[in-house]
């Protein structure tokens, strides 16, 4: 088929032979906290740290003895995806419960927003931190946010009370340094990216080598201040995202090198933060998620991560680029598992005001589903499909443990475009590492997901590209 395709013919294309198909309803599940003291919620979120990155998730020399413990004591996910695979439109469905094609938080001019970009999160979409804050809820946001750097889109308009962190990528504002070496060999002064209080630029550049330990002073004193009314804090680490940047206490201790220090110090924080929760008397009551916005930055070799027996990474549809590693967290509350059901970063939304007894949105398409029933060992977790967007055009799509290509990319800096008629079809269960394509033996398969598809595509609306706005030059 040829690469030159229109929207139309696009959809067309995905949805072929597809029926009309009614999907069971999935009522949602009272986890019995409706006459406690609301829960709080803390979720850690990393950049371009791959599946295989965790000692828990199976690395053999990168040490994470907090992140094993807190997946013995709560649920570690295998099937866990995010929205994109890529950081600003990942980091919308995360904080939205909505694939970023619903929010325009995703484009094919542009993957993510950069510092003369005009565009950022919509005013009308609801982030987890305002619908929280409609319930009482103290909210913080510690660390990249990459939804907007101009001051209507910052997290302080976007329900948070308040703010410590980078506003986009770390390797952004670049000024110095020759080449691919400036990532390989980085210092502080070649990327001149701002620290944000709130509204207001506190340090520039930001001094990265101690931003990790920074993150986490900050969180614990947040969570410290926070103890005696619900909280929630969103803590968005900017690394292990080339460039890498460790403190000097964990610089050359991982056997992994650069990228293993980095690791192993996010590792820390994670400890002193549950740490604290169980000194101030909060674990009880406390949730916890510590995931990935996406896969392993592959091009930069050993400066990148690792996806493990997953296939690519960033930048593409791939499992490496979009399945990731996911610890949940709540001694006394969630029932301790290795949890092979499907769930999502959309779905982190949708359970989390449902804990809180807040409001989901009924006045658009919410794609996150309450995981409620898998978290207390009542049922299965409801997700049972996933779809894989590239920027604004679908790629793929899984239901069950099968899983439909129709294009096909490799990870950021390698190959084109690739369109298949029959789509290559893996069983996930069977192949995680997408090796073995089985669509000459399951036309039937295919005609399922066809059909998700078709409910898809039909009730998609499109929202108003914000990556492709440009700050207009003067």
């Known amino acids: 088929m040829k690469p030159q395709i229109n929207r139309r013919q696009f959809i067309k294309f995905l949805s072929a032979g597809a029926v009309s198909l009614t999907l069971p309803g999935c009522a949602s599940f009272n986890a019995g906290v409706a006459n406690e003291k609301k829960p709080n919620f803390i979720i850690i979120f990393c950049d371009d740290m791959g599946y295989g990155d965790l000692a ?30 890529v950081c600003t439109p990942s980091r919308a469905a995360l904080l939205t419960g909505r694939l970023p094609i619903r929010s325009g938080m995703c484009s094919d001019k542009r993957r993510v927003l950069f510092p003369d970009s005009a565009g950022g999160l919509p005013k009308s979409e609801v982030t987890i931190a305002e619908a929280l804050k409609d ?7 510690v660390g990249k946010w990459h939804l907007g750097h101009l001051p209507q889109y910052l997290p302080t308009n976007n ?23 400036a990532f390989l060999e980085p210092k502080t002064e070649y990327f001149n990216v701002p620290l944000m209080r709130d509204e207001e630029i506190i340090e520039r550049p930001a001094d990265q080598n101690t931003i990790i330990k920074r993150y986490t002073e900050e969180a614990v004193k947040f969570v410290r201040k926070s103890k005696n009314k619900p909280f929630f804090l969103y803590l968005a680490h900017n690394l292990p995202h080339v460039p890498l940047f460790v403190s000097q206490k964990f610089r050359d201790k991982s056997l992994r090198g650069l990228y293993g220090d980095v690791i192993e110090e996010i590792d820390y924080g994670v400890g002193q933060i549950l740490s604290t929760l169980r000194r101030e008397g909060l ?57 092979n059901d499907m769930g999502s970063t959309m779905d982190i939304y949708t359970t989390i005001l449902t804990l809180a007894g807040a409001n989901v949105p009924t006045d658009r398409v919410v794609d996150g589903l309450d995981l409620s029933p898998a978290l207390f060992g009542t049922g299965p977790s409801p997700r049972k499909n996933m779809f894989y967007y590239r920027g604004a055009k679908l790629y793929a799509a899984r239901k069950g443990p099968y899983k439909a290509h129709f294009i096909t990319k490799l990870a950021y800096g390698k190959g084109k475009d690739e369109y298949h008629d029959p789509p290559l079809l893996y069983n996930l269960e069977h192949d995680p590492s997408e090796k073995y394509d089985i ?19 039909a009730g998609l609306k499109l929202g108003e590209d914000q990556l492709a706005k440009r700050i207009e030059k003067k």
């Open 159 to 181: 329900g948070f009370d308040s703010y410590f962190g980078i506003p986009y990528s770390n390797d952004m504002d670049r000024v110095g340094g020759e080449g691919r070496q």
């Open 283 to 339: 674990a009880e009551n406390t949730f916890v998620v510590f995931t990935s916005d996406n896969g392993p930055w592959l091009i930069f070799n050993e400066h990148g991560g690792s996806a493990g027996l997953l296939r690519e990474g960033k930048g593409c549809t791939f499992e490496g680029g979009m399945r990731e590693p996911c610890i949940m967290w709540w001694p006394g509350k969630i029932k301790p598992a290795v949890v």
């Open 439 to 457: 669509s000459k033996d399951n036309p039937e398969v295919i005609i399922e997901i066809r059909k998700e598809l078709a409910l898809h595509l």
């Open 135 to 141: 319930e009482g809820y103290a909210t913080a946001c």
């Open 56 to 85: 828990c998730y199976g690395h053999p020399t990168i040490r994470t003895p907090n992140l094993d413990k807190m997946a013995a004591e709560g649920q570690k996910w295998t099937n866990f995806y995010v929205g994109a695979s």
